[in-house]
């Protein structure tokens, strides 16, 4: 594999006690947060009759969306994976209040240590961008393996248009063009690597700080839903990818 995700083994090892606070201590990440939790329940209630479900998120972190589907219904059956020790050890402590504890594992997501077909359900938020292409392609097959047939894949992904033009006239202007914008790939090459025609779930707007200043956390929500799906993702920053696995 060309980039395997151990390669970012230290530094998750060395941030991860940080990680929460950074990434989502302001107010408007923590709507974000809510709503991408509120999206991905929302998914499941739509595509599974049934909340007897085997569910595994792959780069798991600290626990926090684990903690969050633990709550919704003792019924599932979670299992999360992380490179980092730290993040899991504090995944763990989340782990010890819920009725239905999630089993976690150390590992690497390109040799996920699980059966073929052992999940109804496979899913990774802010995970897969930080890989090349080749390297998204490949943990996506992964994700396949150890999902069931007909069950469920549900990847967070990066758009394109709203980097493109902060690289060119933002602040990310200056760094190498490829490594940049290979984090964030194109509409074309989310269909490489995901194949057939996925559900598109709209998670965030360019502006969200300033969005969620005007409109409330509750106002930002339908904003996105209706110019995500007007504009087929177009303009958007972040978004599910929704799959069934053939």
């Given at each position: 594999m060309p980039a395997r995700t151990t390669a970012r083994q230290r530094y998750y090892d060395t941030t991860g006690d940080h990680y929460e606070g950074n990434r989502y201590g302001d107010g408007h990440m923590e709507g974000y947060r809510a709503f991408r939790?509120?999206?991905?329940?929302?998914?499941?209630s739509e595509h599974f009759p049934t909340r007897n479900l085997r569910i595994l998120e792959v780069g798991c972190g600290t626990g926090l969306t684990l903690?969050?589907?633990?709550e919704q219904s003792p019924h599932y059956q979670l299992f999360g994976l992380d490179v980092s020790q730290t993040m899991l050890q504090q995944a763990a402590d989340k782990a010890r209040t819920l009725q239905n504890a999630p089993g976690l594992a150390l590992g690497d997501a390109d040799r996920l240590p699980f059966r073929a077909g052992q999940f109804d359900l496979v899913y990774a938020t802010?995970?897969?961008?930080?890989?090349?292409?080749?390297?998204?392609?490949q943990l996506?097959?992964?994700?396949?393996r150890v999902t069931r047939k007909d069950g469920l894949l549900v990847v967070e992904f990066y758009a394109r248009p709203y980097h493109w033009l902060r690289y060119h006239f933002g602040g990310a202007k200056g760094r190498p063009k490829d490594a940049y914008l290979s984090h964030f790939p194109t509409r074309?090459?989310?269909?490489?690597i995901v194949a057939g025609t996925p559900e598109i779930h709209p998670l965030r707007l360019p502006g969200q700080r300033l969005l969620s200043s005007l409109l409330?956390?509750?106002?930002?929500?339908?904003?996105?839903?209706?110019?995500g799906?007007?504009?087929?993702?177009?303009?958007?920053?972040e978004y599910f990818v929704v799959?069934?696995?053939?």
């Open positions: 939790n509120d999206t991905l329940q929302s998914i499941l903690q969050f589907l633990g802010r995970f897969i961008h930080q890989f090349s292409h080749d390297a998204k392609r996506w097959r992964e994700f396949q074309h090459e989310v269909g490489e409330g956390e509750m106002g930002v929500r339908p904003v996105t839903r209706a110019i799906r007007a504009s087929r993702g177009l303009f958007l920053d799959a069934r696995n053939r």
